[in-house]
């Protein structure tokens, strides 16, 4: 198709139509067995395939979840449907890993990436009012640094093999998937590893979830579909395109889980979500600050590198990293509370991204 | 009438919109003409234009790049 084609997806009505069917796709994602508030989290969900592939050993948080996979390969499908694969990279591959890794463990002490923070307020998750304050700062805080100079370079056109890379990963882990399935009370299928309990054991049928995540992909690539951006946007150029987008997914995912009786109003005992507001709030600020340097949130990342982007390929593989470290380590998050050494991350964490945001202010 | 150029190629989101709009802000009058690669970045600045009344003057697409032309 002709990039001529007025692109539908990229109107207001468009990127409100799109946040809305995501909402409604996770209210029935999660109806259909995806563990509750959750739904699709881009955080969790790579947590759960690094647990999957064994990199990190918990074993309540271990399951190739085939919606990442989609994301990328609908997204993939939508930009070369309409012209728009494009590789090309190489603009600070090191920091964008760095990024991804800080932003994977900032998002697991709050436990949930933006796109969670929505699905758990949509849930009535009262916690999630601390993750999205969070988030907010985190965001505001680099658009801070965008406004003394931030930048991280020029990326370069690629060949197209490099721009292949990571969906033929993600083509690599579907067919792992497939020929390994889940076997009822066995913890390893193959070389995949499979959780017993836990969210990690909650899980959508396989087609439904893959489905799920084309489609996602798909649209999302075509409306670029933000979460950090909404907010980014709204800071810096007073513009709501994205954010509309964030809004339509609030309110479709709230209206889908009143009608499938999955709202349920509170602070105490939320699923998969633990009460220390002030490691909430601290945790999505280290996230949102690293989604706001590296120009993307986690799903954004993904459906970029549907489009040929490295750097988008980088930073997710570093998600993967960081999701290893943060259960290896004992930095993320359980329903009980931060890990042991979550605190100690998050601060870490932080003084990094300001290093990374100082570091890369250059004077016009 | 005097024409500023800025190459944002290669410039992830949301560096090609704030280059544009820090030039449009200093610019007293006249033009100016950016280079994008990628068209989420074109739809980006075509919604600043919008959003900030600048004219989008011209819109082509220039060897897999994107050339925009913009006035306020």
Not at chain 1, 101 to 116: D, E, N, Q, S, Y
Not at chain 1, 125 to 130: Q, W
Not at chain 2, 24 to 52: H, P, T, Y
């Amino acid at each position: 198709m002709s990039r001529a084609v007025k692109n539908i997806f990229a109107t207001t009505l468009g990127i409100i139509a799109v946040g809305s069917i995501i909402g409604v796709v996770a209210g029935f994602l999660q109806q259909a067995g995806n563990p509750a508030n959750m739904a699709i989290c881009v955080a969790c969900f790579g947590r759960d395939i690094a647990g999957a592939i064994g990199i990190h050993r918990a074993a309540v948080v271990q399951y190739l979840r085939p919606e990442i996979l989609g994301f990328v390969l609908g997204s993939f499908a939508a930009a070369l449907a309409f012209k728009e694969f494009k590789p090309s990279g190489g603009s600070a591959p090191v920091t964008r890993f760095v990024l991804g890794m800080i932003a994977m463990i900032g998002a697991l002490v709050f436990l949930g990436c933006p796109w969670r923070v929505i699905l758990r307020l949509a849930g009535g998750d009262g916690n999630a009012l601390f993750g999205l304050a969070g988030l907010a700062a985190g965001v505001w805080i680099g658009t801070l640094f965008f406004k003394k100079g931030f930048n991280l370079g020029r990326g370069q056109v690629q060949s197209w093999s490099a721009g292949l890379m990571i969906p033929l990963l993600m083509l690599g882990l579907l067919a792992l998937r497939l020929l390994y399935p889940p076997v009822p009370g066995e913890a390893q299928s193959g070389v995949l590893w499979y959780s017993l309990s836990g969210p990690g054991a909650a899980y959508a049928p396989l087609g439904f979830s893959l489905a799920a995540g084309l489609g996602i992909g798909f649209l999302a690539q075509r409306s670029r579909f933000c979460t950090m951006g909404a907010i980014r946007d709204v800071i810096l150029f007073r513009q709501m395109y994205l954010m509309y987008g964030f809004i339509a997914l609030l309110v479709a995912a709230f209206i889908t889980n009143l009608f499938l009786g999955q709202f349920n109003p509170g602070f105490e005992g939320q699923p998969v979500a633990h009460t220390m507001g002030l490691w909430n709030f601290l945790g999505m600020v280290v996230a949102g600050l690293a989604f706001a340097l590296a120009g993307g949130c986690p799903g954004r990342q993904l459906f970029m590198t549907g489009e040929g982007n490295t750097d988008a390929g980088i930073f997710a593989l570093g998600l993967l990293a960081g999701a290893a470290l943060a259960h290896n380590f004992g930095l993320a998050s359980s329903p009980a509370g931060i890990g042991p050494h979550g605190m100690a991350a998050v601060i870490i964490g932080l003084a990094v991204l300001v290093f990374i945001g100082v570091a890369n202010c250059k004077k016009s | 009438m005097a024409r500023q150029h800025i190459d944002a190629r290669g410039l992830s989101c949301p560096q090609p919109v704030l280059l544009a709009a820090k030039a449009m802000d200093a610019a007293d009058g006249g033009e100016l003409e950016i280079l994008i690669d990628n068209e989420a970045s074109r739809e980006n600045v075509g919604r600043a234009a919008q959003s900030k009344g600048w004219t989008v003057a011209a819109s082509e697409e220039v060897d897999q790049d994107f050339r925009l032309v913009l006035t306020k």
